[in-house]
């Protein structure tokens, strides 16, 4: 029996990782347990005990760590938060599942990358385009059919003005990327000016392919799609969130997968959070480390910092 806690009950923990390990706990009550979570905030911590079915509820996660017998953790932490937490958990010997971006300054990622590696701490980075299910099958399938010469991605958006978007967000459009195609030889950014900045970005991999990215903050839609090209093949991948969610493999001329989530499937599910926390649990059940791990994950980070203008 894996036992696990929660440490962070802010909104995106309630719209994907709170909810997913509910459910999971749920259909696998032999596996895993929901021993304990830790807010800042008591009363919100005690309304996600309630609501998602942890055992106890704690303010400081030091003291849930010395009171609980814990398996691992997820940590999903206001930016400023996460690396001084997440560097104390690995020290400490606490497998531990991190959100994305992992930390403020890249400086503060590589002190993660650095504690992960002195310590050998079982370690997840939560990337959930890789376990988006769709987006997930796509990349499977054309694993099986030949090199990729070219990918297309773009992830577009309504209104969103922050500083940090390239980081914060575009970083899944980075590493599906990586995950698609491999690592890069090179890339370039140019900033699209305007009331707000919108950006293009060039990939060389390492394997000769290349592709391109758009991120466009503030066109007045919500879509992310990664278009993955090679010899006789193509695919069209729309993640949740899009106006239309699908995947669309051909092959030879021939429409040959075409599909869509079912109507009734929650966001979790249909977003990856549910998939990302069976890899956890199953890794600490087998005793292996997780994936995707910092040190893998890592290179996305430092792509999405080199090309972010706020960093």
Same mark, same amino acid.
């Given at each position: 029996m894996v036992s696990l806690a929660l440490i962070g009950c802010g909104s995106h923990c309630r719209g994907n990782h709170a909810p997913a390990l509910a459910q999971y706990a749920k259909d696998y009550p032999d596996r895993m347990a929901l021993a304990a979570v830790c807010d800042l905030d008591c009363e919100r911590a005690e309304g996600f005990a309630s609501?998602?079915?942890?055992?106890?509820?704690?303010?400081?996660y030091v003291e849930m760590l010395e009171k609980e017998q814990l398996d691992g953790v997820v940590a999903v932490m206001p930016i400023e938060l996460t690396a001084g937490v997440a560097v104390d958990l690995l020290k400490r010997g606490m497998p531990t599942t991190v959100e994305k971006p992992m930390g403020y300054t890249l400086d503060e990622v590589r002190e993660i990358l650095r504690t992960a590696e002195e310590t050998g701490t079982a370690n997840m980075v939560s990337v959930n385009r890789r376990f988006e299910p769709l987006l997930r099958r796509g990349v499977d399938w054309v694993r099986g059919q030949g090199p990729i010469r070219y990918v297309r991605a773009s992830i577009l958006r309504h209104n969103r003005r922050e500083d940090f978007f390239v980081s914060g967000t575009g970083i899944h459009c980075i590493d599906t990327l990586r995950e698609i195609g491999g690592e890069f030889a090179s890339y370039e950014m140019k900033m699209l000016q305007g009331d707000t900045l919108w950006y293009h970005v060039d990939v060389d991999y390492a394997s000769g392919a290349s592709a391109t990215l758009d991120i466009l903050t503030s066109d007045g839609s919500v879509e992310e799609g990664y278009e993955i090209y090679?010899?006789?093949?193509?695919?069209? &991948?729309?993640? +949740?969130? =899009?106006?239309?969610?699908?995947?669309?493999?051909?092959?030879?001329?021939?429409?040959?997968?075409?599909?869509?989530? &079912?109507?009734? +499937?929650? =966001?979790?599910?249909?977003?990856?959070?549910?998939?990302?926390t069976h890899e956890f649990v199953t890794a600490l059940e087998e005793g292996r480390a997780p994936w995707p791990s910092v040190k893998e994950v890592f290179p996305s980070v430092e792509v999405a910092y080199t090309l972010d203008p706020s960093k």
């Amino acid at each position: 029996m894996v036992s696990l806690a929660l440490i962070g009950c802010g909104s995106h923990c309630r719209g994907n990782h709170a909810p997913a390990l509910a459910q999971y706990a749920k259909d696998y009550p032999d596996r895993m347990a929901l021993a304990a979570v830790c807010d800042l905030d008591c009363e919100r911590a005690e309304g996600f005990a309630s609501e998602y079915g942890f055992a106890n509820v704690y303010t400081d996660y030091v003291e849930m760590l010395e009171k609980e017998q814990l398996d691992g953790v997820v940590a999903v932490m206001p930016i400023e938060l996460t690396a001084g937490v997440a560097v104390d958990l690995l020290k400490r010997g606490m497998p531990t599942t991190v959100e994305k971006p992992m930390g403020y300054t890249l400086d503060e990622v590589r002190e993660i990358l650095r504690t992960a590696e002195e310590t050998g701490t079982a370690n997840m980075v939560s990337v959930n385009r890789r376990f988006e299910p769709l987006l997930r099958r796509g990349v499977d399938w054309v694993r099986g059919q030949g090199p990729i010469r070219y990918v297309r991605a773009s992830i577009l958006r309504h209104n969103r003005r922050e500083d940090f978007f390239v980081s914060g967000t575009g970083i899944h459009c980075i590493d599906t990327l990586r995950e698609i195609g491999g690592e890069f030889a090179s890339y370039e950014m140019k900033m699209l000016q305007g009331d707000t900045l919108w950006y293009h970005v060039d990939v060389d991999y390492a394997s000769g392919a290349s592709a391109t990215l758009d991120i466009l903050t503030s066109d007045g839609s919500v879509e992310e799609g990664y278009e993955i090209y090679g010899e006789g093949y193509r695919v069209d &991948a729309r993640v +949740e969130g =899009s106006s239309d969610p699908h995947l669309l493999c051909w092959k030879e001329n021939e429409l040959v997968v075409e599909e869509r989530p &079912a109507a009734n +499937e929650p =966001s979790f599910i249909r977003l990856g959070p549910y998939a990302e926390t069976h890899e956890f649990v199953t890794a600490l059940e087998e005793g292996r480390a997780p994936w995707p791990s910092v040190k893998e994950v890592f290179p996305s980070v430092e792509v999405a910092y080199t090309l972010d203008p706020s960093k």
